[in-house]
């Protein structure tokens, strides 16, 4: 129903910024919940942001809480990830993915719950 596409990755230095952009087809992107997640060499999936289908609610990571914001213009079908202060530890492969309005929120922290993910966009903070 949605295809997700990923950009805005690269190299930067540790406290420069990033913005992540996904871009969704379709006319059904305002109808899912959105996440970002992130995953570095040898280490599992990990929760980074969601936002609710309006974007009225958002949740953090505690890693990045304070230094990452998520927001969507449901106009432009595109969700973003304005990421500030990077660290080193940021440095992994950015996943944007939709989950349909069903259930719990407090499941939004779960990759598993996302059914639909975008292919990923490499972000490297060099120190």
């Known amino acids: 129903q949605v295809q997700l596409v990923e950009s805005g990755g690269g190299l930067v230095q540790a406290g420069e910024s990033l913005r992540l952009s996904c871009v969704a087809s379709?006319?059904?992107?305002?109808?899912?919940?959105m996440g970002w997640f992130r995953q570095a060499p040898g280490k599992e999936r990990e929760f980074v942001a969601w936002?609710?289908?309006?974007?009225?609610?958002?949740d953090y990571s505690e890693s990045v809480k304070g230094r990452f914001t998520i927001s969507r213009d449901n106009a432009k079908n595109t969700l973003y990830l304005q990421m500030d202060s990077l660290k080193a530890e940021d440095t992994a492969v950015y996943y944007c993915?939709?989950?349909?309005?069903?259930?719990?929120?407090?499941?939004?922290?779960?990759?598993?719950?996302?059914?639909?993910w975008g292919q990923g966009t490499q972000v490297t903070v060099s120190s």
């Open positions: 993915a939709a989950t349909n309005p069903i259930g719990p929120t407090t499941r939004n922290k779960d990759p598993a719950r996302y059914h639909t």
């Open positions: 379709g006319r059904t992107f305002s109808l899912y919940h």
């Open positions: 936002i609710s289908l309006n974007g009225g609610t958002s």
